[in-house]
């Protein structure tokens, strides 16, 4: 059993946990859920040994987290980083499956067997021979996964597994956990959305650095206070299944489409949709890129205005595909415009996956107004379009002072995000900009990206996380195998699981369950 005792910890004069009590048994899974700057990654760390109480005790089956026993600690609890490059040690995918069970001192038909399992179970057997730097990011949080769970922990701890994943390996590594589970398991997820309630024995909602509530999933739905404290209440998802608690049902093991048709049939379940501005359009014609004699594109084709959505599974190109957008990947062939002309670096804003790939300088606000500052203006102006940018993203005045690298995962994207706004470029490409981020933060990315498409800004959001963002969008862009299979308005998109389907994807849950109503309403 993992046992926090009135645990409290800070970063030099900043509190960042106080007074927590918690406990995860054999057998079980636990949500804990929290805005940004929660405490919630720090918690994590905490209960596997990567940083030690400043007051309070941590106890894993009996031994106290010190000192001398934080290598058995670590070994009882499995921890899965939020950013799988700050896990990930060993150039080869295989080699870094089989670094823990090394390090364990196992024989190496062990180690072998122990990495071909956790291989398997994560779904990439396949790539066992590639270069880890070559995986996507979805790949390599899969592959990050597969390396805690070669080491057979009794226990895991999971930051935000999901926030690099497509639809399909969510729901496959949601199946991976309850067997976990029914086999007796212990494990604490860090979440974000309501999806991770599903199949939970119990939710904790942390908010400024102490636990707010505490209780059965189907509760938290039912209770104002905690959805708002979690920040649940601003998530597309939550309001059906807030419908869904109160006239008593039960969330179960995994979401049910058809008991979410039933509660959208009482509420709209059609969406209005966007306006497709065209004072500024971004595309590519003809754009093939291969990486080893591998195609990740090839010959795409497709342009966006207004705001235009490009889905795909994991390692479909979309990474790739943005690069090149930006002007910062060279095609082999074809090429990106802008407006006609083709793009020239630094034309088209670009917000990476990993915010960090991004953000250099000493402060917030040297980072946000570097990019004025390099287009011209003075040290005047530069400040003051980075502090617009900086409230624009919720980043708050008192972050501006501190290094971008001491923020939390969600208020590092949030600066990334700002940067990139402060040069006021004409187009944006967004790569995964809502992934860490709390529900609050993500509806008021979703409002900002709505209001530069109606100022004429050419925004294309390549992301894993559809449901949420068919509602703002004016097209939909699905690539599979690094080619075009479907271009079509977000308002077909947001009912057509079909289209997810041919792509290769999941059809994400709101889509399922809209599809279903709309047919009940139209029938």
């Known amino acids: 059993m993992i046992e926090l005792h009135d645990v409290g910890f800070s970063y030099g004069n900043a509190d ?55 290598r058995a600690i670590a070994a009882a609890v499995g921890y899965v980083r939020q950013d799988p490059r700050n896990q990930i040690v060993s150039p080869l995918v295989r080699d ?6 090394r390090n364990l001192g196992l024989p190496r038909e062990e180690v072998r067997a122990r990495a071909e399992a956790a291989l398997a179970a994560c779904g990439l057997e396949a790539l066992r021979l590639r270069m880890t730097d070559e995986l996507s990011g979805g790949q390599q949080q899969l ?32 199946g991976l956990v309850r067997g976990l589970v029914r086999g007796g398991t212990g494990v604490l997820e860090v979440a974000h959305g309501p999806e991770a309630l599903f199949g939970a024995s119990r939710a904790i909602v942390l908010e400024g650095g102490c636990i707010a509530w505490e209780g059965r999933p189907e509760d938290l739905l039912r209770s104002e206070r905690a959805l708002r404290a979690s920040g649940l209440s601003d998530d597309p ?68 205005s207004g705001v235009t959505l490009l889905l795909g599974a994991s390692g479909s190109g979309k990474t790739t ?42 402060t917030v606000l040297d980072d946000l107004s ?29 972050l501006l002072d501190r290094s971008p690298f001491e923020l939390s995962g969600g208020q590092m ?17 967004l790569d995964e900009p809502s992934a860490g981020l709390d529900a609050p933060a993500r509806r008021s990315l979703r409002e900002l990206v709505s209001s530069l498409a109606r100022e004429g800004v050419a925004t294309l959001v390549v992301t894993h996380d559809a449901a949420e963002w068919l509602d703002v969008a004016g097209d939909v862009v699905l690539l599979a195998g690094g080619r075009v299979v ?7 998109a947001a009912r057509s699981p079909e289209l997810f389907r041919a792509a290769g994807m999941e059809p994400p849950l709101l889509v399922r369950a809209r599809a279903m109503a709309w047919g009940e309403r139209n029938a």
Do not use: W
């Open 237 to 304: 998802l939550t309001a059906p299944l807030v419908e869904l608690a109160t006239r008593g049902g039960m969330l179960g093991e995994s979401p049910d489409p058809a008991a979410l048709a039933d509660v959208l049939t009482v509420r709209d379940a059609s969406r209005e949709g966007v306006g497709r501005p065209d004072r500024h359009r971004l595309g590519l014609e003809r754009a093939s890129v291969s990486y080893g004699g591998l195609a990740a594109l090839d010959g795409v084709t497709f342009s966006c």
């Open 370 to 398: 570097f990019a004025p500052r390099m287009l011209g203006l003075g040290h005047r102006e530069a400040d003051a379009r980075a502090r617009d940018a900086a409230e624009r993203l919720g980043v708050t005045e008192d």
């Open 486 to 492: 479907a271009r079509v308005g977000a308002e077909e």
């Open 413 to 429: 994207r949030r600066v990334a995000l700002a940067g990139v706004l402060a040069a006021r470029p004409r187009a944006c490409v």
């Open 96 to 101: 870094e499956v089989e670094f823990g069970p």
């Open 321 to 362: 595909a943005a690069r090149v957008l930006a002007g910062v990947l060279a095609p082999d062939e074809g090429g990106a415009s802008l407006d006609g002309a083709p793009v020239r670096a630094g034309e088209v804003g670009l917000s990476f996956q990993r915010p960090e790939d991004q953000l250099f300088a000493d």
């Open 143 to 174: 592959l990050s996964l597969a390396g805690v769970l070669a080491m057979s922990p009794r226990y895991l701890v999971l930051d935000e597994v999901g926030s690099h994943l497509d639809e399909a390996a969510r729901t496959a590594i949601a």
């Open 16 to 70: 960042v946990l106080r007074g927590v009590s918690l406990v995860v048994r054999p057998g079980e899974r636990v949500v804990l859920l929290g805005r940004n700057g929660s405490g919630k990654s720090t918690l994590s760390r905490l209960m596997n040994g990567s940083l030690l109480a400043s007051s309070g005790e941590v106890v894993v089956d009996g031994i106290t987290a010190v000192p001398g026993t934080r």
